[in-house]
């Protein structure tokens, strides 16, 4: 016989959960807080009972979280606590006065794990309320959290309950033993190693940094023609669950997940490469595009710009800003993209007749990307 508490009520912020949906690649997250809420529980047991060297036989096997129903107006998955009830019917129950006393130490599990939550955001000593040997849950708990997004464990609450990857960060190194934190990461990189025999790979970042990493199935065909087009400056995409230090430096691979060629024109590819330019640049002079203008412009590209149209080269300014170039059949094109007030000069010259044509478009809006993609499209489609 079992039955069910409502226990979390979790709200998930940010954009990929405005659609009120939760991915499903989140729901470990919920799974490992579930190994947390156990063994922090058999840790309070063993503190209310100090008699005992063990929790009783089937502690941990007769009580689990389950996802029940969506919460309305948010992503908020509500979760409740399932439990076996001991019986008279039990020779020899499992559990001893469950669910009343083992009960209880599941209760202020979850509220301790809220504390050590709480003492991350607020500055607090985070040992006081979760042991050091447990904080390296919190590097499963969260780890596919992006920028903007966060677990609001209770939004209703006194206290600050908000998990997103500043605050497991903490919670993770809190724990004298643990160095690294683990988080999804998307780079882009070279391979110019593969060792057959030994089933391994290199990645090159940034030109400087080697990672080695054993070849995943999956993606074997692919890794070994990126080595073989290695002198041809190919590039490719790696999708997985990165560790990185303290200082947010990634140092290996837990696990690979997606590898993928990058076309030699993928203007986020070519945006990530300007980022590492610095000022004086070119030949002692040149400013170096901002980071946020540059995430700006990706973001704006990837949301706008005509997916049918041939990409664009694109190349920094002097003045710190980019600029977007095609070679149309019979024409010259330019985009001059100003990444702090957000508008461009378009240039068109036509090499029959050296005719050419100057447009304005303000990038920040929506409504001049469809202008220019239909500019483009014209001469695409000639």
Not at 154 to 183: F, G, N, P, W, Y
Not at 228 to 253: A, H, P, W
Request: net charge negative.
């Amino acid at each position: 016989m079992s039955t069910h508490k409502d226990f979390l009520a979790p709200r998930l912020t940010g954009k990929r959960f405005e659609d009120h949906s939760i991915p499903l690649e989140l729901l470990e997250d919920f799974a490992a807080f579930e190994q947390l809420l156990i063994e922090m529980a058999k840790v309070i047991y063993l503190e209310k009972n100090d008699n005992r060297q063990r929790v009783p036989r089937g502690f941990e096997e007769s009580v689990s979280l389950k996802l029940y129903a969506i919460g309305e107006g948010s992503a908020i998955p509500k979760i409740a606590l399932i439990y076996a009830l001991a019986t008279a019917k039990l020779a020899t129950p499992t559990l001893e006065l469950f669910p009343d006393a083992n009960y209880a130490c599941f209760e202020e599990a979850r509220d301790r794990i809220y504390n050590g939550i709480d003492a991350a955001n607020t500055g607090a000593n985070i040992t006081e309320f979760i042991p050091e040997n447990l904080l390296g849950f919190f590097n499963k708990i969260g780890k596919r959290l992006k920028d903007d997004e966060a677990i609001d464990f209770d939004s209703s609450s006194d206290k600050t309950l908000k998990l997103d990857r500043a605050t497991r960060k903490k919670l993770v190194l809190a724990s004298s033993k643990i160095k690294q934190v683990t988080e999804e990461t998307n780079i882009i990189a070279s391979i110019p190693e593969a060792d057959k025999s030994k089933h391994t790979f290199t990645i090159l970042v940034n030109g400087l940094q080697r990672i080695n990493a054993e070849i995943p199935e999956a993606h074997y065909e692919t890794i070994l023609k990126a080595f073989n087009d290695y002198e041809k400056n190919c590039k490719v995409s790696v999708k997985g669950i990165g560790r990185f230090n303290q200082f947010d430096k990634l140092e290996s691979f837990e696990s690979i997940e997606q590898i993928s060629i990058i076309d030699p024109l993928d203007v986020i590819y070519r945006l990530d490469e300007i980022s590492l330019l610095e000022d004086g640049w070119l030949n002692g002079e040149g400013v170096a595009p901002t980071k946020d203008g540059l995430d700006w412009f990706a973001n704006m590209f990837e949301g706008n710009f005509d997916k049918n149209l041939p990409l664009p080269f694109i190349f920094p300014t002097p003045e710190g800003g980019i600029q977007a170039e095609w070679s149309l059949d019979g024409y010259d094109i330019s985009l001059n993209i100003n990444l702090e007030s957000k508008d461009s000069n378009y240039h068109e010259l036509n090499f029959l007749n050296d005719a050419d044509i100057e447009l304005k478009f303000a990038l920040g809006n929506p409504e001049d990307w469809r202008k220019l993609n239909l500019t483009l499209n014209k001469l695409v489609n000639l």
